[in-house]
């Protein structure tokens, strides 16, 4: 059984940090890209970052560079976020995301979200 299992949303004041983790199973962790995408209310989901196979590959939507940082553990089966000098406009749920291409097609799962709220 496939499973992306996020954790570590909360509710942080602007500025501060927040780390969120994304555990998966049921399937082999280290053949997939893992990305982190975001919904905020009444807004379309968006890609946040991104991360390839190995590690060595990271992209991130210009909102959050140079504040997140996408890392993964291939031994853990685990990708995480971490997320500094948060803003408002960061609220959103977050959600953890796993996609292999193949050949004819791909196989893409996602976890259920975890809730990030900026707030003072």
């Known amino acids: 059984q496939v499973q992306l299992v996020e954790s570590g949303g909360g509710l942080v004041q602007p500025g501060g940090s927040l780390r969120l983790s994304c555990t998966a199973s049921?399937?082999?962790?280290?053949?997939?890209?893992m990305r982190w995408y975001r919904q905020a209310p009444g807004k379309e989901r968006e890609l946040v970052a991104g991360?390839?196979?190995?590690?060595?590959?990271?992209n991130y939507a210009d909102s959050v560079k140079g504040r997140f940082t996408i890392s993964r553990d291939n031994a853990k089966n685990t990708v995480y976020l971490q997320m500094n000098s948060l803003k408002p406009e960061d609220t959103a749920v977050y959600y953890c995301?796993?996609?292999?291409?193949?050949?004819?097609?791909?196989?893409?799962?996602w976890g259920q979200g975890t809730q990030v709220t900026v707030s003072s």
């Open positions: 991360i390839a196979r190995g590690g060595g590959i990271t």
């Open positions: 995301n796993a996609r292999m291409v193949v050949v004819g097609g791909e196989y893409e799962y």
């Open positions: 049921g399937f082999t962790f280290s053949s997939y890209a």
